[in-house]
């Protein structure tokens, strides 16, 4: 913390070594949040640790004002910016996972009967690969697709894909209708105030850090 408030620079960007036995090489990226930004980290934090029945530090509080990212990508490849950026994307994968599961109900099943669960397993883990397989050939290309939008287009064709499967010229006529949809729709709306994830990245390195 001393580190980063005695540089006075809106933001900090220097290699550094993890861990003291094992040194590794690394590049430190850090900056500076807005007061606005700081204080609601802060409020929302000190709201927490009152629910937990826990003190927060002095030094807790003053991290609360950067934004502190760790890397081994050289500069050369992104910039502090771009960091930042990318940093956002490690939602949009627990959101895949949220796609397979929650969507894709693999962790749900009326039975009680232990091999019928691992069965329903099974063929809801395999629907979800056809599925994934369909979105990568068809809204993949696209970066402002609705994942969640894209999916429940392609389960509205799971029959006419199902039914075309030992068949190959159906199944390749199906595909291509599939992919039309995704195409033309399942996108994502662009907001202004909040940019979604997909804006930030076409927008690198152009993006304001505020």
Known sequence: MTFLNSSGQHFVDCPIQLSAQHRLPCRLAAVRVPITVAQERRRKLKAQAKREGRTLSPRQLALLGWTIMVT????????????????????????????WKSHGRVDESRSSKPYRILCEVYAKLLAMLVQHWILITGAWQYANRSLFKAAKTVRQHAISLAIALDKHDRLEEALIRVQGCLADGARVNKRKTSPNAYQLLLACPDYALA
């Open 72 to 99: 081994n990508v050289p500069s050369s490849l992104l910039t502090v910016e771009e960091i930042l950026v990318m940093g956002r994307f490690r939602w949009q994968i627990e959101l895949l996972f949220k796609l």
